[in-house]
């Protein structure tokens, strides 16, 4: 069975940081394409950054270009998101999504295997 734990939400001020991971298990294939996706209240779930299977290649929604930074460890089956300079309207539940090989890939509906989501809250 395959789960994605997602971590690190919380409320933060504008203009500071969070670090969300998401934690993999069960997977039947080793090679996998991962990303984060969000969506905010009355709002479809959107892209936010994704991660090659090889990891050498990351890809960013505009919103956050410049300021959020997607990584792995493929060592511990997680992938992670940096978020700097936040703003208000970061503000959303944040979800990490998986799907076997693959990169560039930035429509939820290419994503089989998604986390429970972890809220991000940020004030003004």
């Known amino acids: 069975q395959v789960q994605l734990v997602e971590s690190g939400g919380g409320l933060v001020q504008a203009g500071g940081s969070l670090r969300l991971s998401c934690a993999v298990s069960?997977?039947?294939?080793?090679?996998?394409?991962m990303a984060w996706f969000r969506q905010a209240p009355g709002k479809e779930r959107d892209f936010v950054a994704g991660?090659?299977?090889?990891?050498?290649?990351?890809y960013y929604a505009d919103s956050v270009k410049g300021r959020f930074t997607i990584s792995r460890d493929n060592a511990k089956n997680t992938v992670y998101l940096q978020m700097n300079s936040l703003k208000p309207e970061d503000t959303a539940v944040y979800y990490c999504?998986?799907?076997?090989?693959?990169?560039?890939?930035?429509?939820?509906?290419?994503?089989?295997?998604w986390g429970q989501g972890t809220q991000v809250t940020v004030s003004s």
């Open positions: 991660i090659a299977w090889s990891a050498d290649s990351t």
């Open positions: 069960g997977l039947t294939f080793t090679l996998f394409e």
């Open positions: 999504a998986v799907r076997p090989l693959g990169t560039g890939n930035r429509y939820k509906h290419e994503y089989p295997y």
